[in-house]
């Protein structure tokens, strides 16, 4: 294994502005590949797809590299890849489609730990259709969402049970393949979020059980598009509202209207960039980007492990989340401060972090923080590095009662 952060953080413009981006976890920045990649697409000349002129087979061409490319992320089939600006518009028209076959008397379940993207679609979609919402709940001492209450949780009356992947505030990774065996078992769907476990860890659609699984390449330094990888046959048996002449096939059904072929030729570029980070890594592209995606983990982990041990160690933090599988976020308050002036203060040591309730709306709900602002989030990517957190730790220092002002 070989990562080198150096050569990673070299291939990112933005990073030499002098902050410390540890806002990754709302959006990565982008490398120079991917931003070439993009330009490039407009460059050559491309054309709306399905046309009988080169531009228009230049976008096709686009189109299905970013499938196969996405499908080597996950470890999904490229015909199986939906492609959208993002994940939570993508979320809420499968909601809507899969909600046509559900009714009174039938279940859908959510966790407490999920990004709203990942629980309001199908509540609304619960409540239009008379099916009744059960909760799955975060354990609030440990911050662990404990997969043995799922067996309570289900019936057969259970259609679709969606949890995440990784928590998006305190980077809390569930057991997601427990929970999806388990909803399979009484012969209901699995809906993964994503979102916030792509850029940490390397993914397999098949051993996590997901029937469907959500991720942003926004958050994994490509641009802002969105996609849902699932199985073909799974697909083919559903039926959203689409255009006449739009296409009647599967993934192509479930996108709407024309695609953002550039932004896609740099999602491909930004799986390339993905695939590169274990600069030793052999093989097809999945066989890379899964020894890289492990490589940026064990990485993450040792640069996390130091940035948590020096908020520990801070009597005026109070840290949330304590489990053992994590993506490298973290989530906290500072005595005597709202989040949102922790954030302003950082900022003016030139250190991005989120405050608030980044949307996990019922999470900062059962942390009883919702009210005050919610928290602060500070997360590592793999273009972070040892100066990023001990500037991140230098400044929330400064904010001890005793600290430096
Ligand atoms: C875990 C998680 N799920 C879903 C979303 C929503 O993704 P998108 O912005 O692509 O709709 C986010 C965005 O922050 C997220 O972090």
Not at 162 to 182: E, K
Not at 291 to 303: D, G, I, K, P, T
Not at 339 to 345: D, K, M, Y
Not at 356 to 371: P, S, V
Request: aromatic fraction near 8%.
């Amino acid at each position: 294994m070989t990562f080198d952060v150096k050569r990673v953080r070299a291939a990112y413009p933005a990073l030499s502005d002098g902050y410390a981006y540890l806002d990754g976890a709302a959006g990565t920045q982008v490398p120079s590949a991917v931003i070439e990649a993009i330009a490039d697409a407009y460059r050559s000349g491309i054309g709306n797809a399905g046309g009988a002129f080169p531009a228009s087979g230049r976008s096709d061409s686009i189109l299905a590299e970013c499938r196969r490319a996405l499908a080597d992320l996950t470890g999904g089939s490229p015909d199986g890849v939906i492609l959208g600006p993002n994940m939570t518009t993508l979320t809420y028209r499968l909601a809507d489609t899969l909600s046509r076959r559900w009714g009174p008397g039938d279940e859908v379940v959510v966790s407490r730990l999920d990004h709203d993207a990942n629980i309001r679609p199908w509540v609304q979609a619960a409540a239009r259709r008379g099916a009744t919402v059960r909760w799955a709940e975060v354990d609030i001492s440990t911050a662990e969402l404990p997969p043995g209450q799922y067996g309570e949780l289900l019936s057969e009356r259970t259609r679709l049970v969606a949890v995440t992947a990784a928590s998006n505030i305190i980077g809390i990774r569930p057991d997601v393949p427990a929970i999806a065996a388990a909803a399979h078992a009484v012969g209901a769907l699995c809906y993964v979020d994503g979102v916030h476990a792509t850029p940490h860890v390397p993914v397999d659609v098949g051993s996590l059980g997901a029937d469907f699984y959500a991720t942003s390449a926004y958050k994994w330094s490509g641009p802002h598009i969105g996609t849902v990888v699932a199985d073909p046959a799974l697909l083919e048996t559903m039926h959203p509202d689409k255009l006449a002449p739009a296409p009647e096939g599967v993934p192509g059904r479930f996108e709407q209207g024309t695609a953002a072929f550039a932004d896609l030729a740099g999602v491909v570029a930004a799986v390339a960039h993905l695939a590169s980070l274990d600069s030793s890594a052999t093989g097809s592209r999945r066989e890379r980007v899964r020894a890289s995606m492990s490589a940026v983990e064990q990485y993450e982990a040792r640069l996390f492990a130091r940035m948590l041990g020096g908020l520990n160690a801070m009597g005026h933090v109070t840290l949330y989340g304590q489990a053992a599988r994590r993506t490298p976020t973290a989530f906290f308050t500072v005595t005597g401060y709202s989040p949102r002036e922790v954030s302003e203060r950082l900022a003016a040591r030139k250190v991005n972090v989120w405050d608030g309730d980044n949307y996990a709306w019922e999470l900062t709900g059962a942390f009883g923080l919702r009210d005050s602002g919610g928290g602060v989030r500070a997360g590592l990517v793999h273009y972070n590095d040892e100066a990023d957190v001990d500037r991140l730790l230098a400044a929330v220092a400064e904010l001890a009662p005793d600290g430096v002002r």
